[in-house]
């Protein structure tokens, strides 16, 4: 199987539900659709709904850091740019990017996953197929352009939004 550089979901429409009464989505719903789209990527390490009902292993998001870039209204239709940044024996780190179909950046997030045992919950070691499937993964994205807006933090000094 060819792994793409960098995962691209299908297209997301935006729901009437998601607008807020400033005429655009709502800021959650950016988090939503970072969400939708990378969901499109986890079977191809092994990960999603399948793995989660017969493994009874998951991932549960840690941390997210979403910058928002641009207004996404009701009719706009978007894809999902993921990309593997890091992981290690219990964690990864991706990089979304909301694409409206027209090709301008709506928003970014970097987001930190744990590895999770359904059965405590509790965090744990990947199995050596999913850590296997990473490996290749991150190969194929280390290919890309490390995002500009990877590893920041909230300050009043950042300039680059």
């Known amino acids: 199987m060819t792994l793409p550089a960098p995962h691209i979901s299908t297209l997301i429409d935006v729901r ?47 941390e997210v850091h979403i910058c928002y870039k641009r207004e996404l209204k009701l009719g706009d239709r978007v894809r999902v740019q993921t990309q593997l940044l890091d992981f290690d024996a219990k964690r990864m780190v991706l990089f979304h990017e909301i694409h409206h179909e027209d090709g301008w950046i709506a928003a970014t997030a970097e987001e930190l996953l744990l590895h999770i045992d359904m059965s405590g919950p509790r965090v744990v070691p990947f199995p050596p197929e999913i850590t296997e ?29």
């Open 16 to 62: 009437p539900e998601w607008v807020d009464y400033n005429g655009h989505i709502n800021m959650a719903y950016y988090a939503v659709i970072m969400d939708l789209g990378g969901d499109q990527m986890y079977p191809l390490i092994g990960l999603g709904e399948t793995y989660a009902k017969t493994q009874h292993h998951t991932s549960y998001t840690a």
């Open 133 to 161: 499937k990473l490996s290749a993964l991150k190969e194929v994205h280390a290919t890309l352009p490390r995002p500009a807006q990877a590893g920041r933090s909230i300050s009043l000094t950042n300039t680059a939004a």
